[in-house]
């Protein structure tokens, strides 16, 4: 069902892969609301991927662009608003990579150059993002952008890795620029702290199918699907959230706030089993 609630804006949504992204439903729901919108991704995304097929879908372009270069940015920013007829309105980072995740380094043993793309991809592309825009002035008064976060930027989680940093520092990053986008250009910044949600970069995430069944015993309301992520994201898009800003928000079915569920110890107490290797040495992950 549709509301109108984006009617006359225009966007630019990083991060489409395919559509078990949670970037690819926003896309969707945006325009459903009544957006315009270009789409951006990498040139190597774009060919593993189908945001091409998304963007036919929803008759816009792909600016192809890396978000961790200021000139690649620089022209989606530029070509979006030349595209789209005026200033953005909303812009959705929905970025993330952790080579340490997929070459299985654990936390105890990263190689740091790997850190380095991860924080760079990360969280770092979005200080760039938001620094070009405001550079450019590119975007209009009372804009919103929406990041993407999770509940390890808080709490330690097994398998998440350097990720967990990853988010810390994107959500900082929010804060900090969403004082001064906020007290100078009245934009907004925002990041979601979404459920675990199946998507090709979260399926690299060990134990993610166990941490799924685990965060939707907790959570009183069950883990959020991309498509709910969708439609909060709509929300902090639209003019009803001109007020909310600086502020990680937590989507996950109430997850975030809960200790131990009913749901969660029933299941924990079938299967107690000591943490150990077969011998006596304890097994942290």
């Given at each position: 069902m549709s509301y109108n609630l984006l009617k006359g804006k225009r966007g630019i949504i990083f991060g489409a892969l395919n559509d078990m992204s949670i970037a690819w439903k926003v896309a969707e729901r945006a325009v459903e609301e009544g957006a315009i919108i270009t789409l951006t991704n990498t040139p190597m995304a774009m060919r593993l991927g189908e945001t091409d097929a998304l963007a036919q879908k929803l008759n816009t372009i792909v600016i192809p662009a890396d978000a961790t270069k200021v000139e690649d940015l620089e022209n989606v920013f530029s070509k979006s608003v030349e595209y789209l007829g005026g200033k953005i309105d909303f812009v959705l980072h929905s970025i993330g990579m952790s080579p340490n995740v997929r070459k299985k380094r654990p936390y105890d043993d990263l190689d740091y150059n790997f850190l380095d793309t991860t924080l760079n991809v990360s969280a770092i592309s979005f200080h760039k993002m938001i620094q070009v825009a405001k550079k450019m002035d590119a975007i209009n008064e009372w804009g919103s952008i929406v990041a993407l976060s999770y509940v390890a930027a808080q709490r330690t989680l097994y398998g998440y890795n350097d990720m967990a940093d990853a988010k810390a520092l994107l959500e900082s990053i929010a804060r900090s620029f969403g004082y001064i986008y906020g007290r100078e250009?009245?934009?907004?910044?925002?990041?979601i702290s979404q459920s675990p949600t199946i998507t090709t970069a979260g399926s690299g995430v060990k134990g993610m199918d166990s941490l799924m069944d685990f965060s939707e015993r907790m959570a009183p309301l069950g883990n959020a699907s991309a498509l709910e992520c969708a439609d909060y994201c709509i929300t902090l898009f639209s003019d009803l959230t001109k007020k909310v800003t600086m502020q990680n928000l937590f989507h996950d079915g109430g997850f975030s706030s809960m200790g131990m569920s009913?749901?969660?110890?029933?299941?924990?107490?079938?299967g107690l089993e000591c943490d150990c290797d077969g011998g006596e040495k304890i097994c942290y992950g």
């Open positions: 250009r009245n934009v907004r910044i925002n990041t009913l749901r969660a110890m029933n299941q924990y107490s079938k």
